[in-house]
């Protein structure tokens, strides 16, 4: 079914929306989920918990990146219980991914100019559209979709090393592009 259909099963309240959009993108945001969380029935609650975030949410909202849309409420929500519940141990989920981001963020606020959250996004949004394509693939299935470095050279047909290599530049590039923006890093 297309995303639009499936919309209009929530502009209608038809409960058939909810097993839609499962079935087109629950595999999808199940792995968002658990690439941050590591946790079944954690990633479990999220997925539902997003599910009934858009119930909320459509109407009044018509959302245009259906996809999109979805994984950012799921994504929130993981973020959220992996806050809640503390990091429990090192070696995945979110912790690793923060931690590898942590020299190329913004700096608390006091350090020099501060930024917005929206202001942030469409930085980020220009360096990225400034990767090569597989540059990009690359940093967005590492740190938005959660995925492993083993997972994103199987998925690329390339070697652990590379995805590595590549990631570092880039989180280098990247800190280096919001400083000549004038963000404090």
Not at 10 to 32: F, P, V
Not at 52 to 75: H, K, M, N, V
Not at 143 to 161: F, I, P
């Given at each position: ?119 942030l996004a469409e930085l980020l949004s220009a360096f990225l ?8 693939a690359m940093f967005l299935r590492r740190y938005w979709y ?6 994103v050279a199987l998925a690329l047909g390339c070697g652990e ?25």
């Amino acid at each position: 079914m297309e995303d639009g259909q499936i919309i209009d099963l929530y502009w209608k309240r038809d409960q058939r929306a909810i097993g839609e959009t499962d079935e087109k993108y629950g595999r999808l945001l199940h792995s968002i989920a658990w690439n941050l969380l590591r946790s079944r029935e954690d990633s479990e609650e999220c997925v539902n918990d997003t599910y009934l975030r858009a119930w909320e949410a459509i109407p009044p909202s018509r959302p245009g990146a259906f996809r999109t849309w979805l994984g950012q409420i799921t994504r929130n929500l993981s973020l959220d219980r992996w806050k809640r519940r503390g990091a429990e141990k090192r070696g995945g989920g979110a912790e690793v991914l923060l931690g590898e981001l942590e020299d190329c963020l913004p700096a608390p606020a006091g350090r020099g100019r501060s930024v917005e959250d929206g202001e942030l996004a469409e930085l980020l949004s220009a360096f990225l559209r400034g990767l090569s394509r597989e540059g990009r693939a690359m940093f967005l299935r590492r740190y938005w979709y959660g995925e492993s470095v083993a997972e994103v050279a199987l998925a690329l047909g390339c070697g652990e090393g590379k995805v590595k290599s590549s990631l570092f530049r880039s989180r280098k590039a990247l800190r280096t592009y919001l400083e000549k923006e004038g963000i404090a890093v």
